[in-house]
Each structure stands twice: as C-alpha cells, then as structure tokens.
C-alpha cells in the first residue's frame, strides 16, 4: 500500500508560478513511477507529467512541455510539480499518483496503470 497527500495548491495569476507537492509513505519502494494528472470541471483526467522511480526519466504532456518540471527527492518520499508560466486553462484539481505496474515505464500516459492516488489539491489560474 502507498498513501499520498498532496499540497501547495492555491490562486494564482496567469504568468505566474506554484508549486504542488506530494508526500508519499508505505511501500514506496515497490513504485516504478509517481505521476500527476489533473481534473478540470467537466473534463476528463488527463495526464501532466511522470518521473521513474530513480528520477532519470522525465514524461510530460505536450501542453505543460516547458513549463512544467516534475520532480522528486526519494530521501523525503516526495515528489514535487513546479509549474512555471501557469496558463488559465491549467485550472484544475492536480492529483498525485504512484504505480507499482512495470508496464507504466513504457506508457506513463495511462491512468490505468496508477493503483494509488491521493485525495487532490485545486490550482486555480486567473486570467
């Protein structure tokens, strides 16, 4: 079992910077990869971007490309999302998750493939 608890969401403009956090505990040795997805009202969950376990691959999803840096620092069981030049359509409730799937190296893009979520933390960008 893995349990996560995200934070740091909050209100921001646009052109602005926040950054969400992530704390695992459990079993978090046995996860190939930690994920963030997002949620915005009336919208599919969609992936944002996925770090492997030893934070040597990095996945992001073409609308954050370069705007976004996932992070995560295994000593503190973290993973971190920087989100830089934050738009409005980044409005959204960002959910943190961790897979102990193999296959989720090849597609870090499945949501499937995440077993463990944590509960969500809304960012909201005005224009």
């Known amino acids: 079992q893995v349990q996560l608890v995200e934070s740091g969401g909050g209100l921001v403009q646009a052109g602005g910077s926040l950054r969400v956090s992530c704390a695992a505990s459990g079993r978090t040795s046995w996860t190939y990869a930690m994920g963030w997805f997002r949620q915005a009202p009336g919208k599919e969950r969609e992936f944002v971007a996925a770090?492997?376990?030893?934070?040597?691959?990095?996945y992001y999803a073409d609308s954050v490309k370069g705007r976004f840096t996932i992070s995560r620092d295994n000593a503190k069981a973290t993973v971190s999302l920087q989100m830089d030049s934050l738009k409005p359509e980044d409005t959204a409730v960002y959910y943190c998750?961790?897979?102990?799937?193999?296959?989720?190296?090849?597609?870090?893009?499945?949501?499937?493939?995440?077993?463990?979520w944590g509960q969500g933390t809304l960012v909201t960008v005005s224009s």
């Open positions: 770090i492997s376990w030893s934070g040597d691959s990095t």
């Open positions: 998750a961790a897979s102990t799937k193999a296959a989720v190296t090849t597609a870090p893009l499945i949501p499937g493939l995440y077993g463990y």
